[in-house]
């Protein structure tokens, strides 16, 4: 997978606004220089990286992308977080549940949005069986909902609680 130019920066929304939306998490986000490595990058430099509790992104990371991996970090248990350096792991069902609560998220971010994040994922090329994002946000994510719903991580009514799986 690559970064796709035409997705949403980090810079065209600033870094506070995810900052601060980590910060409920009770996670750090750290804005790396322009040109420099991305500590705890999976897929490599403009993506974010995680490294314990910390989501490192650049100005030209992808917004989609720094929300996944922080939403990954808030989703993993509480000791795989523990020792946490790139690669957030997980089964399918987890994956899948970031990706439904990253998108929850970038509804509090003026800016994004929900179908803002979507298009993006689908530019940088997530892939879900119903073809789109948005066709499979909208008709297959139940068992994503219960999913966390069931570690905590949504309320009843399907908000993000803001806090992490322990």
Known sequence: ???????????????????????????RMELVPDGH??????WGAPEA???GQTVYVRGDTPVHSALHEACHTACMDADR??????DAGGDY????AVCYLQICLAKELPGVGAERLMADMDAWGYTFRLGSTRAWFDKDTDAERVWLR???LVDSAGRPTYRMRS
């Not at 490595?37 to 999976?42: D, N």
């Open 150 to 152: 069931g570690h905590g």
């Open 49 to 51: 990286g995680i490294l």
């Open 37 to 42: 490595a991305i500590p705890g990058s999976y």
């Open 81 to 86: 977080r523990s020792g946490l350096v790139t």
């Open 1 to 27: 997978m690559s970064a796709v130019s035409a997705v949403l920066a980090v810079a065209e929304i600033g870094v506070t606004p995810l900052a601060a939306l980590c910060e409920r998490f009770g996670l």
């Open 93 to 96: 069902d987890e994956e899948n």
